[in-house]
């Protein structure tokens, strides 16, 4: 009895003798939602090597100001406001002398859903295209389109030829088919939606007439006509008037010119005499 008892111990010591040290990151918390701040911190246990450094990232891109050359097992980084824009999926890497080493955390959010116009302006019987795009983590995993109006908001869909609406999950587009001022002018409403909950936002759109274009070219032809046709009539209403004129002085030296050879014929005579 002896004897076995003291080969258990004998093994158990050789057991933990040749036991080797294994690196592990260990991430607290794993996942962050419905908070409005976070600390994320990541540890080092059992390195197998030297640590020479750490970094953090977020969506495999290096955040900037993270790098260090520490030996530390420990690091953490703090997110002061939780939103859209913040989240994402953030890495915590040791570097080490055999290699990097990194865990993930999640930072899950609502979606953020924003139109880059939320004026559109198109021409009557045109295809009108109205776009909706979206960031943060996760992205949407569903897309839907609303036309909002007095009585509601009425759901829009590809079952006719009226809509056509492809999506992918950063960006989603309505295209409208041949554009009716008197039905299709308004507002409409993109909403996104993933796991966690929806946002929407709206866009106005306007229809504009196919001769609205012209207008302002017709407005530069009036104008140069009733300019014409003032001056025409100011013309000739003064051509007369200046006609007569340019007679009279005319005639006036004549009759002068006369005058003055009449009298030098009597001189002469006179003289002569």
């Not at 030297?50 to 891109?61: P, S």
């Not at 570097?95 to 080493?101: H, K, P």
């Amino acid at each position: 009895m002896k004897m076995m008892m003291l080969l258990g111990v004998a093994a158990f010591v050789l057991c933990l003798c040749g036991a080797k040290a294994s690196d592990e990151v260990v991430a607290v918390p794993t996942e962050v939602f419905n908070a409005t701040t976070a600390i994320l911190t990541c540890n080092l246990t059992n390195p197998s090597s030297t640590v020479k450094g750490h970094f953090w990232a977020k969506n495999n891109k290096m955040i900037e100001n993270t790098q260090k050359e520490s030996s530390d097992l420990h690091m953490e980084y703090k997110l002061e406001k939780i939103d859209s824009t913040t989240g994402g999926i953030y890495a915590c890497t040791f570097r080490t002398a055999n290699g990097e080493l990194e865990k993930t955390i999640e930072v899950k959010t609502l979606p953020h859903v924003s139109a880059p116009k939320h004026s559109e302006h198109s021409i009557e019987n045109d295809k009108g295209v109205l776009v909706c795009v979206s960031h943060g983590y996760p992205l949407p995993t569903d897309w839907t389109w609303y036309k909002l109006d007095d009585s509601g908001k009425k759901e829009l869909n590809n079952m006719t030829d009226k809509y056509e609406i492809k999506s992918t999950p950063n960006k989603t587009t309505l295209y409208i088919m041949d554009l009716k001022i008197e039905t299709d002018v308004g507002k409409y409403q993109c909403l996104g939606k993933n796991e966690f909950g929806s946002v929407e936002d709206t866009i106005h759109l306007r229809v504009r007439s196919r001769l609205a274009a012209l207008w302002p070219f017709l407005g530069i032809v009036v104008e140069v006509i009733i300019l014409i046709t003032v001056i025409f009539i100011y013309e000739k209403r003064r051509k007369p008037d200046e006609i007569g004129d340019d007679d009279d002085s005319g005639a006036a030296p004549l009759k002068g010119d006369a005058a003055t050879n009449h009298t030098d014929k009597n001189i002469r005579q006179r003289n002569s005499n």
